[in-house]
């Protein structure tokens, strides 16, 4: 109990460690990646916070099974590089009385990334794509920043205000330039505001102006005041509902959704749990390293299998999606392969006879003092 109580302990500090430094990571590429699309005027200033949260709680999953890998692993390969294996073998026990231990504190993370992968990360898609698609459902006229020109949606208008005034945001000294099939129109107003129609269409009403249409010196060129003058500025395709992402979709829904997105959206959060189950029991095994050697190449290795074992599960999801394999017959191959994998690994290591077991390189280690002692004396 002592021990375990130990093991428990080094493993959640090494867990907090590993988790400070990747959320960090994290954060700060979401932050520059959302803090771009909002100079850009792809998102709104006001939402950066919200969708730098909605971001990185859509990394957590990721974030929690690295962490939790290579939080079991640092602690192995410590206890492989400060020979404490070596005595732990050598009192007769076994590299399975790791199992216990390390799965008492796995799985509180096993639970927390099914609970993000099945609830908080579909939770988070979908508040984020309401934010980014209430930002691009804005009215044209209302996106535009006093003093700045800015295209349309549609890329067929450009608008430019003056300014802002009033509680309704009536825009005043308009500018509008237009692009269709009949040429190019020029209006110009001393203010405007946006309307909504009775089936919620939305118009732009501009209010003494005036509005050139054609070529100037051509014969069909026209030019017309009014005082009031109203133009839609919502593309007809948006007017309809938006079709959701299907990674927004909560569980429930999407169990009953029998298309190949929905299949492929619930076979990668099916994977979410067994991958971070799986590596961290791949990390008993897999801490092995030599005392008198370093101790980095295991972790570069971690590394790599981690990054394969998820690209993997990515070409099976778009297999899935593709239509080219069912979902039934994809979602546990990987995972299985996975698992006889870390049973290999296991058997190679309490494998007594092996060269590289750690009471063969404790004899070795003998050996070779015993051999430098007689040449010594020699």
Request: proline fraction near 3%; aromatic fraction near 10%; charged fraction near 20%.
């Given at each position: 109990?002592?021990?375990?109580?130990?093991?428990?302990?080094?493993m959640a500090s090494a867990a907090g460690a590993?988790?400070?430094?990747?959320?960090?990571?994290?954060?700060?590429?979401t932050l520059i990646g959302v803090l771009g699309k909002a100079a850009g005027g792809k998102v709104a200033s006001g939402d950066v916070i919200a969708l730098i949260a909605f971001a990185a709680l859509n990394y957590l999953p990721t974030i929690v099974i690295l962490t939790s890998f290579i939080s079991v692993l640092m602690v192995v390969t410590r206890t492989y590089r400060d020979s404490e294996m070596v005595v732990w073998f050598a009192s007769g026990l076994s590299l399975t009385r790791w199992i216990p231990p390390v799965l008492s504190f796995g799985l509180p993370l096993v639970l927390l990334t099914a609970g993000l992968s099945f609830v908080a990360t579909p939770w988070a898609q979908l508040k984020s794509s309401e934010y980014v698609d209430r930002f691009e459902k804005r009215e044209d006229l209302q996106k535009v920043s006093p003093g700045q020109f800015k295209e349309s949606a549609s890329a067929n208008r450009i608008f430019f205000v003056e300014g802002v005034a009033g509680e309704k945001a009536v825009v005043q000294n308009v500018f509008v330039n237009t692009v269709d099939e009949h040429g190019t129109?020029?209006?110009?107003?001393r203010e405007g505001v946006i309307n909504i129609g009775p089936k919620?269409?939305?118009?732009?009403?501009?209010?003494n102006g005036r509005r050139y249409q054609g070529t100037p010196g051509q014969s069909d060129f026209q030019t017309m005041e009014f005082e009031s003058y109203s133009m839609r500025v919502t593309p007809r395709s948006q007017d309809l509902d938006a079709e959701r992402n299907i990674n927004a979709v909560p569980t429930m829904e999407l169990l009953a959704d029998n298309s190949n997105f929905?299949?492929?959206?619930?076979?990668?959060?099916?994977?979410?749990?067994?991958?971070?189950?799986?590596?961290?029991l791949l990390a008993i095994p897999l801490g092995f390293v030599n005392p008198r050697a370093g101790s980095s190449a295991n972790l570069i290795i971690a590394l790599l299998i981690f990054f394969s074992y998820s690209n993997m599960v990515k070409l099976v999801e778009a297999s899935v999606k593709q239509g080219k394999a069912s979902?039934?017959?994809?979602?546990?191959?990987?995972?299985?392969?996975?698992l006889l994998l870390v049973f290999a690994l296991f058997a190679w290591r309490?494998?007594?006879?092996?060269?590289?077991?750690?009471?063969?390189?404790?004899?070795?280690?003998?050996?070779?003092?015993?051999?430098?002692?007689?040449?010594?004396?020699?």
């Open positions: 109990m002592i021990f375990q109580r130990a093991l428990r302990r080094e590993t988790f400070t430094v990747l959320f960090s990571i994290s954060v700060t590429w129109a020029v209006v110009v107003a919620g269409e939305r118009y732009l009403v501009l209010k929905a299949r492929a959206e619930l076979l990668w959060r099916i994977a979410s749990p067994a991958t971070c189950l799986i590596l961290i979902f039934v017959m994809s979602w546990w191959p990987l995972h299985l392969i996975a309490l494998n007594l006879n092996h060269r590289y077991h750690p009471l063969a390189l404790l004899s070795a280690l003998k050996r070779n003092r015993a051999a430098d002692k007689k040449a010594e004396l020699k």
